[in-house]
């Protein structure tokens, strides 16, 4: 097949409790097949590895052929297999890893294990063109909340560099300890964003975290939201006791501000600090309406420019994975090898596997 814009890669994501299979010719996402084990893992209130593997074999296959029906092209016409190979869970990594190299020896096409973070930068590319290099990135997710330096996004030369991350848990994880406190069902994100909007977000004064002079010292661009967590749990407990109800919009909205304005005052120093006017959001936190709106409008004061991708591809989907994929392919690197493992603790610098 003629290639007219860019090479057609198929990606496969199944680090966590998303099978996601996307396909991207270049920078243009064609598919993005999305089946979610969530519902399953909902009544544990997390997610269970297990299940999450299970549910990735049962859904391989059938989500694979339905991107392909969605693009319109037949799996022989793919130029790259691409998959995410780590970090994340790691039974889940397996089953995409094992599916991505049987598609790659059956149709003798190349392979790129790819890291799962740098897949969250990359999939803005199939929202807003061109990733401007070099930019900061924050990623926000129910793993993850780091801050990165992504000079090259496929990883060429030290192209990512971590400038900083959480010290405990990650910035969903907050969002999903909260929910539960409040009685929201899991994953708790999304609900907490629903209910903020009817509370006031200065009814409580949580904490900021790793924002005190001190911190800032050692701590300047690492986050820390376990003692926001506890803050909290605190506070609907002593309300609970006095017999008074617990007003779970203003917790919610109160909660929300404490994690989106640590979160955009850290990413914008960090851009500012790299002399760098770019800064884009990613993971599942990304599509927190707040966080959204504050990063905007205290980014527009600053002469610096964000990119956050639609709420879709912020939480985990194989398109990301595809677009990285793809751009693995566009800039020359090499395919990795057939026998690449899978890494559950890969770090976010190991961008594509050898
Ligand atoms: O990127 P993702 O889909 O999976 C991981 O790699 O972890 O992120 C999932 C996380 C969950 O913790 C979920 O509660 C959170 O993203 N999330 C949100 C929102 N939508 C998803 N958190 C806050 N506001 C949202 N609207
Ligand atoms: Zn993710």
């Known amino acids: 097949m003629e290639h007219t814009d860019g090479p057609l890669v198929l990606g496969i994501e199944t680090s966590c409790d998303e099978t996601g299979i996307g396909i991207v010719r270049g920078r243009t996402l064609l598919a993005d097949a999305v089946a979610s084990s969530v519902e399953e893992h909902a009544r544990f209130g997390g997610v269970v590895p297990e299940v999450a593997s299970r549910a990735h074999l049962d859904a391989m296959v059938p989500t694979i052929e339905r991107a392909c029906e969605t693009a319109g092209v037949a799996l022989h016409e793919v130029d790259a297999i691409s998959v995410t190979h780590g970090p994340g869970l790691a039974g889940a990594l397996l089953v995409g890893v094992a599916a991505a190299k049987a598609l790659a020896l059956g149709l003798g096409k190349p392979l790129y294990g790819v890291n799962h973070l740098a897949s969250h930068v990359a999939v803005d590319q199939l929202e807003h063109g061109a990733l401007p290099e070099p930019c900061v990135a924050m990623l926000v997710s129910g793993g993850h909340s780091s801050l990165l330096r992504v000079a090259d996004v496929t990883g060429h030369d ?197």
């Open 158 to 354: 030290d192209g990512i560099v971590s400038m900083g991350s959480t010290i405990d848990d990650a910035a969903g994880e907050a969002f999903d300890k909260v929910a539960r406190l409040l009685g929201l069902p899991f994953p708790g994100g999304p609900h907490v964003d629903r209910v903020a909007r009817e509370g006031d977000s200065v009814a409580i004064d949580f904490p900021r975290g790793l924002t005190a002079r001190k911190d800032l010292e050692r701590h300047r661009f690492d986050f820390s939201f376990s003692g926001l967590k506890t803050a909290v749990a605190r506070w609907v407990e002593t309300r609970e006791r006095s017999g008074e109800p617990v007003p779970v919009a203003d917790v919610a909205a109160s909660f929300q501000e404490a994690v989106c304005d640590v979160l955009v005052r850290k990413a914008l120093d960090a851009a500012a600090s790299e002399g760098i006017d770019d800064l884009l959001i990613g993971g599942g936190v990304a599509a927190n309406s707040r966080l959204r709106a504050l990063a905007e409008s205290r980014a527009e004061t600053l002469g610096i420019r964000v990119r956050v991708p639609r709420p879709g591809l912020c939480t985990d989907n194989g398109a990301m994975v595809a677009a990285l994929g793809a751009e693995m392919v566009a800039r020359g690197r090499t395919p990795s090898s057939l026998d690449l493992p899978a890494d559950s603790s890969l770090p976010v610098t190991d961008v594509l596997a050898g």
